[in-house]
Antibody
């Protein structure tokens, strides 16, 4: 199971921070992504990390994104800096077996984040 | 604007067959597998088609997928009210080195 956690409200220009906790399975050998869905829009992949800490980010967000992992806690985290209203979305964490060409087979329930002063 | 193009909405009556298209390019659909996700209101996405045309365990055989060239499609036959959801196509893009999604298609069962 995957569970997202973090503040539901972030002020413009500040940093959004979310954590995904994995339970009931091994953290290693898999890949872990952050994906979001803004209101009225489709899904957008933010980036992924694997257990060794290798990351790949969406080119459109790369300058503002950092994904990190804490294997001792079975957690991985998202930091998105300089947020604006366009970053308002439901944020999901998801598991997949490989970086590309593999299904997102487990998802968290999603956590809503609103960017507003 | 999404890298993959889907129709914003499709509709059908119970028992009908509907198809949802996903148009991409040579660096994504032209080279890699397409995945389809169903998202019910207020829920996380769930895969209904994997690697272009494979149904995961538990997905009814009313769902089918295909891919050719730079386009893919999801077909749902024998439409049921519980199929009403948003459907998203997803594929790895070799040029962007990342996952890309379509804009999502809202399926309404009339």
């Amino acid at each position: 199971q995957l569970q997202e956690s973090g503040p539901g409200l972030v002020k413009p220009s500040e940093t959004l921070s979310l954590t995904c906790t994995i339970s009931g399975g091994s953290f290693s050998t898999f890949y872990w992504s952050w994906i979001r869905r803004p209101p009225g829009k489709g899904l957008e992949w933010i980036g992924y990390i694997n257990a060794t800490g290798r990351t790949i980010y969406n080119p459109s967000l790369r300058s503002r994104v950092m994904i990190s992992v804490d294997t001792s806690r079975n957690q991985f985290s998202l930091k998105l800096s300089s947020v604006a209203a366009a970053d308002t979305a439901i944020y999901y964490c998801a598991k997949h077996n490989y970086g590309g060409n593999s299904v997102f087979d487990h998802w968290g329930q999603g956590t809503p984040v609103t960017v507003s002063s | 604007q999404s890298v993959l193009t889907q129709p914003p909405s499709v509709s059908g009556t119970p028992g009908q067959r509907v198809t949802i298209s996903c148009s991409g390019g040579r660096s994504n659909i032209g080279l890699n597998y397409v995945y389809w996700y169903q998202q019910l209101p207020g829920k996380a996405p769930k895969v209904v088609i994997s690697t272009n045309d494979q149904r995961p365990s538990g997905v009814p055989d009313r769902f089918s997928g295909s891919s050719s060239g730079t386009s893919a499609s999801l077909a749902i036959s024998g439409l049921r009210s519980e199929d009403e959801a948003d459907y998203h196509c997803a594929v790895w893009d070799d040029r962007l080195t990342g996952w890309v999604f379509g804009g999502g298609t809202k399926l309404t069962v009339l």
